[in-house]
């Protein structure tokens, strides 16, 4: 193959590449602001940009929480349960810089396909990114991953795998995953 043909062949991969990227990506509106590639764990434990309107977290500082409007957010997805400390706190800090705010407990033990439905909502909705997804450790974020990934059809171990890359990890938070998933 001469260097041209392979040439035309890469730039064809990387085209499919970015626009199967694009596809996946929601569109975000024209004013949006760019959130951080990385933030340091001590403002934001386990801190990953997924896209440019979505970023997954454990539990950020309550001086990062002052700041997130500053940091480029728009919208705050926490999925602890609303008995966890610092939860109500958090919602007026967030509501304060004139952010969404919306909380979807989760437990293990509650952990379901309508809360998966009402997650999905927030996270496919372009208006709300830039969204920071967040649970105490990100273990939950995990659980939802999971599910969010079997759903596109992936198998049950490749959808746990993705799940485990966002911070899922305890035996009932996997369980829950795999059950709400219908991975059993």
């Known amino acids: 193959m001469s260097v041209t043909a392979r040439t035309r062949k890469t730039t064809a991969r ?3 590449l970015l626009l199967s990227t694009a596809l996946l990506t929601p569109a975000l509106p024209a004013h949006a602001a760019e959130i951080p ?9 386990a801190y990953v940009r997924v896209s440019p309107g979505l970023a997954t977290a454990a539990q ?29 706190e958090e919602a007026e800090v967030v509501r304060a810089q004139g952010l969404g705010y919306h909380l979807i407990p989760v437990t293990p033990a509650s952990f379901s396909a309508e809360q998966v439905d009402a997650i999905a909502k927030i996270l496919d909705d372009p ?13 939950r974020v ?29 035996p009932q938070l996997i369980e829950a995953a795999r059950r709400v998933g219908n991975c059993r």
């Open 37 to 45: 590639a990385t933030m340091p764990a001590s403002e934001i434990p």
């Open 60 to 88: 950020p500082a309550p001086e990062t929480l002052a700041r997130l409007k500053e940091l480029g957010f728009r919208t705050v997805l926490n999925i602890r349960a609303a008995d966890e400390p610092g939860v109500r």
């Open 142 to 170: 995990g659980a939802v991953f999971a599910v969010l990934e079997a759903r596109k059809g992936r198998s049950c171990a490749e959808a746990e795998a993705v799940g485990r890359s966002f911070g899922l990890k305890s």
């Open 14 to 16: 990387v085209t499919h």
């Open 127 to 139: 208006s709300a990114a830039p969204v920071l997804f967040h649970c105490s450790s990100s273990n």
